[in-house]
């Protein structure tokens, strides 16, 4: 469940946030990939924010940058910062664009796949040095990257990994769509009897060597 309220259709006055909930989450609710859509109308509730978010929609449009190495880009983005809607919507894309199913797969794996052309690689390993190393960039990953991209693609390429980062961390902080799930990582608990015992004790209790 969402942490934040869901805006209802009814409450939705600003016309930019009608216009995308209306043509985006169907009539029983939920959206046409299978999200249950509550991004939307949770970020409705700041009709401005909304507003920010959905003009970086405005990127695909009249750019050079071909979408399918943008694609990969977003993939890789939300497989490294975990989320599953992320990642889950930006696979779709890239099948959308004719991307093989074997690729889009590889993706999760890409330093080990040798389904990848170099440009290919190269963004991938440019998204890894944006979200896994919070922006360190080695100077060879770098020069590898603009073999294949000019300048001002390289600056697209790094503006829309970087938002679907921020969009993936905070899908994840307001449990939205896919990432609406409960933190895998949690203590296994000890089976009954396991009391308070310290098991270095045990493990060190008259030890060869001691």
Known sequence: MARLRRVPRAEMTDPVVQLFHDRLILPGGGTATGSPGDWWEVFALHPAIFRHCVKGFELYRGTALDPVLRELAQVRAGWAR???????????????????????????????????????????????????????????????????????????L????????????????????????????VEVPAPDGYGTR?????????????
């Not at 991938?124 to 073999?147: H, I, K, S, T």
């Not at 790094?158 to 409960?182: G, K, N, S, W």
């Not at 098991?199 to 001691?210: H, V």
């Open 82 to 156: 975990q989320s599953q809607f992320v990642y889950s919507q930006h696979c779709k894309q890239l099948r959308a664009l004719g991307v093989a199913e074997e690729k889009v797969r590889a993706v999760a794996h890409w330093p080990v796949s040798d389904v990848f052309d170099a440009a290919e690689r190269a963004v991938l390993a440019y998204a890894d040095a944006l979200v896994l190393d919070g922006g360190r960039v080695p100077d060879e990953v770098f020069a590898a990257l603009g073999r294949h991209l000019p300048d001002e693609q390289i600056l697209e």
């Open 158 to 185: 790094t503006y829309v990994t970087c938002l679907y980062e921020m969009h993936a961390t905070m899908a994840r902080a307001l449990r939205l769509e896919f990432d609406d799930r409960p933190d895998p990582i």
């Open 198 to 210: 310290d098991i270095a004790d045990e493990l060190t209790e008259d030890s060869p060597g001691r």
